[in-house]
């Protein structure tokens, strides 16, 4: 993981919390373990974020001059990480009943209906999307489906913009309406020759 100052540490860390919820909701809803693993995944790199917020904010005060005053603001700084831990704790009880392998009780896809799904997919080499920016295939005005995130390797892309770069092998995390599940999937399976 690249060294990040203490801002965008806070910034990595909210967008894959939200990622994190999205997911593992997802997880349940689809009773799908590959989500429930991309979800344990987050978890992995917001300790791995929560560790390195707590290193900067204690160069933070380290290098404070107004230690009375800034003190107070770097453990409010602390206590995201924890409440971040806290949500990631939650959902990985969550993703748990997915795991388990037990199945979903009914009860669950009732209060879960399936309307909009989240559902991961992975590119294919020689595919549409493969070598293209998202606003080369517009994936979501043709297909209903938002990308609302990228994982290449073990780095994730939240959010991505116009811009970013899709590639053979990236897991992305992708929700839209289930009827055109169809669509999308022609956007990352290879294209026949």
Do not use: C
Request: glycine residues 4%.
């Amino acid at each position: 993981m690249a060294k990040r100052n203490v801002k965008e540490i806070l910034v990595k860390m909210r967008s894959l919390s939200q990622l994190m919820v999205d997911i593992g909701f997802a997880a349940i809803m689809e009773d799908d373990v590959d989500l429930a693993h991309e979800a344990a995944k987050i978890k992995r790199e917001l300790k791995d974020l929560s560790y390195n917020l707590r290193i900067e904010s204690l160069m933070v005060s380290r290098l404070s001059r107004n230690t009375e005053r800034e003190i107070p603001q770097i453990a409010n700084l602390l206590q995201i990480g924890v409440a971040t831990k806290e949500i990631s704790d939650g959902i990985d009880d969550l993703i748990e009943i997915v795991i388990r392998d037990v199945g979903v009780h009914p009860v669950i896809n009732l209060a879960y209906r399936r309307e909009i799904r989240t559902m991961k997919l992975v590119v294919e080499k020689n595919s549409i999307l493969d070598g293209k920016k998202l606003r080369q295939v517009e994936i979501d005005d043709v297909t209903g489906f938002n990308i609302i995130a990228v994982r290449r390797g073990d780095e994730w892309i939240t959010e991505p913009e116009g811009s970013t770069k899709i590639v053979a092998d990236d897991v992305l995390i992708i929700k839209g309406k289930d009827v055109s599940i169809r669509k999308v999937q022609e956007y990352v399976k290879e294209k026949k020759k």
